[in-house]
């Protein structure tokens, strides 16, 4: 048999928030050879952390996965957000944009660091103005009245940084990312001087956001704030 089960989290009231854990036959037995690894996601009694948070609709008897436990963003108001939601909705809004981590922790509002896809080079730099954009992401600034073929080019250029306020206006006017009925707004972005990538372990083999390897990014954004 399999076991599911819904534990609140310590450090959170909201029952949206609570860890999604699971035991039973089918689960993995651990990490092959990685005892550390194994360790750190299986309780005393074998039951797997998912690393999901959710909680279960008892009128449906359906459980609900509402975000990955990393991904719950919690402000110094005491509210919480989805950064998956917010990196979503931005990503809608601004297509032009390659990637987008949203930051908050302890913080008094939601920060969105941004990134254009640049061209890769061996031993690439983070100086934005060495980083020259990708021709399609030329093409489509040049189609929103942007003409830029750098990273800087593009953080200086008023027009844009106009287009993206708005993009957040309607990500905030039209969204609602808090877990709960707490406002959890965007008010602040930064465009990156790089792209994401692989080999700096900020992206997963699927190009997916590592959030554990995003840490050197958070703490150029928190000495900019």
Same mark, same amino acid.
Request: proline content about 4%; aromatic content about 4%; overall charge neutral.
């Given at each position: 048999? +399999?076991?599911?089960?819904? #534990? @609140?989290?310590?450090?959170? &009231?909201?029952?949206?928030? *609570?860890?999604?854990?699971?035991?039973?036959?089918?689960?993995?037995?651990?990490?092959?050879?990685?005892?550390?690894?194994?360790?750190?996601?299986?309780?005393? %009694?074998?039951?797997?952390? +998912?690393?999901?948070?959710?909680?279960?609709?008892? *009128? +449906?008897?359906?459980?609900?996965? &509402?975000? #990955?436990?990393? =991904?719950?963003? $919690?402000?110094?108001?005491?509210?919480?957000?989805?950064?998956?939601?917010? &990196?979503?909705?931005? @990503?809608?809004?601004?297509?032009?944009?390659?990637?987008?981590? =949203?930051?908050?922790?302890?913080?008094?509002?939601?920060?969105?660091?941004?990134?254009?896809?640049?061209?890769?080079?061996?031993?690439?730099? #983070?100086?934005? $103005?060495?980083?020259?954009?990708?021709?399609?992401?030329?093409?489509?600034?040049?189609?929103?009245?942007?003409? =830029?073929?750098?990273?800087?080019?593009?953080?200086? %250029?008023? %027009?844009?940084?106009?287009?993206?306020?708005?993009?957040?206006?309607?990500?905030?006017?039209?969204?609602?990312?808090?877990?709960?009925?707490?406002?959890?707004?965007?008010?602040?972005?930064?465009?990156?001087?790089?792209?994401?990538?692989?080999?700096?372990?900020?992206? +997963?083999?699927?190009?997916?956001?590592? @959030?554990?390897?995003?840490?050197?990014?958070?703490?150029?954004?928190?000495?900019?704030?």
């Amino acid at each position: 048999d +399999t076991r599911i089960t819904v #534990r @609140r989290r310590p450090d959170s &009231e909201k029952a949206r928030c *609570s860890r999604i854990l699971v035991k039973g036959r089918n689960v993995m037995m651990g990490y092959y050879l990685d005892p550390a690894a194994t360790a750190q996601v299986f309780d005393n %009694d074998g039951t797997l952390q +998912t690393g999901d948070c959710g909680e279960v609709d008892w *009128s +449906t008897q359906l459980l609900l996965v &509402e975000a #990955r436990e990393d =991904a719950i963003i $919690k402000l110094s108001t005491n509210h919480e957000a989805m950064a998956t939601s917010i &990196e979503l909705a931005m @990503r809608k809004e601004l297509p032009v944009v390659s990637n987008v981590v =949203a930051v908050g922790h302890g913080l008094p509002f939601i920060v969105c660091l941004l990134t254009l896809e640049t061209i890769p080079s061996p031993g690439q730099s #983070r100086d934005a $103005k060495q980083a020259r954009l990708a021709p399609h992401v030329v093409a489509a600034l040049e189609e929103m009245g942007v003409s =830029a073929s750098t990273v800087e080019e593009a953080r200086q %250029d008023k %027009d844009l940084t106009q287009k993206i306020i708005h993009g957040v206006q309607r990500v905030n006017k039209h969204s609602d990312f808090a877990l709960g009925s707490d406002a959890a707004p965007v008010k602040r972005f930064f465009i990156l001087s790089q792209d994401l990538r692989l080999e700096d372990g900020e992206l +997963t083999p699927t190009l997916e956001l590592r @959030r554990s390897g995003l840490r050197p990014c958070v703490v150029a954004c928190r000495l900019c704030l």
